[in-house]
């Protein structure tokens, strides 16, 4: 029975003894093993990922811990420390720190904040009134893993070493800002008293500004400060040096909130009626107009020297970008306080030969820069007056009834010209409607003895009245061009 069984399985034909696996078996076969490598491949891969987003997590989990530990520190070395505890980066554009740990890059960013009693935050101290409590840290650790971006927050509180104010006391936060609204450090801040009210000198002036533009008054007695902020070649937005504001209240148990916008100032040399040789006002306003700050006036000069067209004056102004000079107290606020008339732009409507007055270009300022246009040259009226003595000075008046043409000046307000030393002069005037008056530089009496006294226009404008009545004359910018 086997050796029939045997003979049936036994191939009968010797080729059949050495038959193998087919070609199609064979690449079924490498087929299966290929899935199965490519799904083996992928979890080693996977499980290799896995463990090193792991390690890299505690490694960022262990940096914001060093970062924030060295934070506390800082705050309890000294009762200054807490000031030194800031963000990072501490301004928008700044490069952040980095940290390289077994061939991975992290990068720490940190965001720091004051809270107060209320539970309101802010960068350098109570904007609502609550006394300074803590500051909130919110510590972030990013780093790359094949082309994706991971990182872990961490958040903490960082008391300051003792209470930032003593019970009966206030506080005064002060925060700088530049131009560019980023956080302006090194600034020296002093406060002071108002003369006659309940303020006390502070024991310890604060320290200059941190790395936010930040800094701090503790244990300010209740009452009326004056509050200035200084830094070398600096100005504010209202074109003053240094920065100051008053009177700043002091309440006990909160803190009051100063804010400055202060930045190196930028330089603008100033040039008059350039090519008219003629002689210009007395502490004469000049009107500076900006997209940012709106419109300022500055008086260039004060009443002693003698300026001509020829002077180049420089001032310093806040660097918002750009600027429009008007010769003259310009102001666009509608009411009483109005007057168009300094700026060529505002007369609008055209004169005979169909012409209407162009506003000056922009000028560009930038921090710590010149302006980009030396010097600036400010349009202005000029006149020719004659029939005038060694001891007469002359005084214009801007007119409540404006020449045909002129948007009018209602805020009105006078200027005068030096005394003169010859029988005439070439005056030079902001645009707009003027009286024009002859004085006795003694007595400030109007003189009558100069009945030869004569006023005409030498830029278009027109002039009109006597020694006794006064001079109408109107300076118009319309068909100026220099």
């Known amino acids: 029975m ?14 059949d003894r ?4 087919t070609i199609i078996e064979v690449m079924v076969a490498m087929m299966v093993f290929a899935i199965m490598s490519i799904g083996i491949a992928y979890g080693i891969v996977n499980a290799l990922t896995l463990s090193q987003n792991s390690r890299s997590r505690t490694t960022a989990v262990s940096l914001a811990s060093q970062d924030i530990d060295g934070l506390r520190q800082t705050a309890s070395a000294s009762s200054g420390g807490i000031q030194q505890v800031t963000s990072l980066p501490a301004n928008p554009g700044d490069a952040l720190p980095t940290k390289t740990v077994g061939g991975v890059v992290y990068t720490i960013s940190r965001d720091v904040n004051w809270v107060d009693s209320t539970g309101a935050t802010n ?7 609550g006394y300074l409590a803590y500051k909130s840290v919110v510590e972030t650790v990013s780093w790359k893993s094949r082309n994706q971006t991971y990182s872990t927050t961490m958040t903490s509180a960082i008391a ?3 209470a930032v104010t003593s019970p009966g006391n206030g506080s005064i936060t002060i925060s700088v800002k530049t131009a560019a609204g980023t956080g302006n450090a090194g600034v020296a801040i002093t406060i002071a008293p108002v003369a006659g009210g309940t303020g006390a000198a502070l024991t310890v002036q604060p320290d200059v500004t941190n790395a936010q533009g930040c800094a701090v008054a503790v244990n300010v007695k209740p009452g009326d400060y004056t509050v200035t902020a200084t830094e070398a070649g600096g100005i504010d937005t209202n074109q003053k040096q240094p920065a100051q504001q008053s009177p700043v209240t002091a309440l006990a ?9 202060y930045d190196q100032a930028a330089t603008m ?11 210009l006002p007395q502490s004469m306003p000049t009107t500076l107009s900006s997209t940012g700050g709106g419109q300022d006036v500055i008086t260039p000069w004060a009443d002693s020297p003698t300026v001509t067209s020829a002077t180049k004056t420089a001032v310093s102004v806040f660097p918002f970008g750009n600027y429009s000079v008007f010769a003259g107290a310009y102001n666009s606020s509608p009411g009483a306080t109005s007057c168009l008339s300094p700026n060529p732009g505002a007369w609008s409507s055209p004169n005979a030969q169909q012409q209407v ?31 005038m003595n060694n001891s007469t000075y002359i005084v214009a008046t801007t007119s409540t009834t404006p020449g045909a043409g002129d948007p009018g000046c209602t805020a009105g307000y006078s200027i005068k010209f030096p005394t003169s030393s010859s029988g005439s002069q070439t005056l030079a005037l902001p645009f707009g409607t003027w009286k024009i008056s002859f004085y006795s530089s003694l007595t400030g009496a109007v003189l009558s003895v100069l009945s030869g006294a004569s006023v005409k226009n030498v830029t278009p404008g027109t002039a009109s009245g006597n020694v006794l009545t006064g001079f109408t004359v109107v300076v118009d910018p319309r068909g100026q061009t220099k």
């Open 253 to 261: 148990g909160a803190s009051a909130y100063v804010p400055f916008v």
């Open 2 to 15: 086997i050796r029939r069984i045997a003979a049936v399985l036994r191939p009968t034909e010797p080729a």
């Open 123 to 129: 960068a350098c101290g109570s904007a609502s009134g």
């Open 269 to 279: 040399t100033l040039q008059y009626a350039a090519t008219y040789n003629a002689t």
């Open 357 to 387: 007055g162009v506003a000056p270009s922009q000028v560009g300022t930038s921090p710590g820069q010149p302006a980009s246009v030396s010097p600036v040259q400010v349009m202005a009226g000029v006149v020719q007056v004659g029939g």
């Open 160 to 162: 300051p070493s003792s």
């Open 18 to 21: 050495d038959a193998g696996f």
